[in-house]
């Protein structure tokens, strides 16, 4: 079975300050899936940014980058010029590579919040 | 636009009642979803459909039942068994196929309290 460990319960960070949320995850599969998603004050799930395992290059999407290190099992999100509607909770997840309907595994997330 | 509508958006169940959650879906997704949030617990799998008329159980099932009759719709029943269930609860779908792949829609959620 898959584990997925998010250390860091709160965060706080300045508005147009860099943030890092952790994430570690473990399991016995190669080829799988990582992704982030964000959960703002309404509750709908939106996704950040989705990474594959095989890919050596780190994923990237405007803002959003991650960090990804394989044999670490670690997966860590970077929020740059951070926005006061980042405020959210982030869940990093995991998913083993199949035919795109497998489970996908959460961690607790992490509660960020961007101070004016 | 295609989504996942969830309803209802509140629900409140008395002590010893069964309740039904509706999850509909008109994405044409293979498969969908119940998720569990708690505070501090994140999202926990409750049970699965990967194909109409087939389902899984999810890591925390007990207490709960699905069925999964028709492609678009897959309702969550919170039975008398389920101890703790005030919670916030997930529905969401995926499919491989059809171009990128980008996991799982989720609908904007039902909060069921026990009162």
């Known amino acids: 079975a898959q584990t997925v460990t998010q250390s860091q319960p709160e965060m706080s960070v300045q508005e147009a300050e860099t943030v890092t949320l952790s994430c570690t995850y473990d399991?016995?599969?190669?080829?799988?899936?990582l992704f982030w998603y964000k959960q703002p004050p309404s509750r709908q799930m939106i996704l950040v940014i989705r990474?594959?395992?095989?890919?050596?290059q780190n994923a990237t999407e405007n803002r959003f980058s991650v960090n990804f290190q394989k044999a670490a099992k670690s997966f860590s999100l970077k929020i740059s010029d951070s926005q006061l509607g980042d405020t959210a909770m982030y869940f990093c997840?995991?998913?083993?590579?199949?035919?795109?309907?497998?489970?996908?595994?959460f961690g607790t997330g992490t509660r960020l919040t961007i101070i004016p | 636009d295609g989504g996942i509508t969830q309803s209802p958006k509140y629900l409140f169940r008395k002590e010893g009642q069964n309740v039904t959650l509706s999850c509909e879906q008109n994405?044409?997704?293979?498969?969908m979803y119940w998720y569990r949030q708690d505070p501090g617990q994140g999202l926990r799998l409750i049970y699965y459909?990967?194909?109409?008329?087939?389902?899984q159980k999810g890591d925390i099932a007990e207490g709960y039942s699905v069925s999964r009759e028709k492609k678009e719709s897959f309702p969550l029943t919170v039975t008398s068994a389920q101890k703790n269930p005030t919670a916030f609860y997930l529905c969401?779908?995926?499919?491989?196929?059809?171009?990128?792949?980008?996991?799982?829609?989720f609908g904007s959620g039902t909060r069921l309290t026990v009162v």
């Open positions: 969401a779908s995926s499919s491989p196929f059809g171009g990128l792949w980008d996991g799982y829609t």
């Open positions: 399991t016995s599969e190669n080829n799988y899936y």
């Open positions: 990474q594959e395992a095989y890919k050596q």
């Open positions: 997840a995991f998913m083993k590579q199949g035919f795109g309907n497998e489970k996908l595994t």
């Open positions: 994405l044409n997704h293979d498969a």
């Open positions: 459909s990967q194909i109409v008329n087939d389902f």
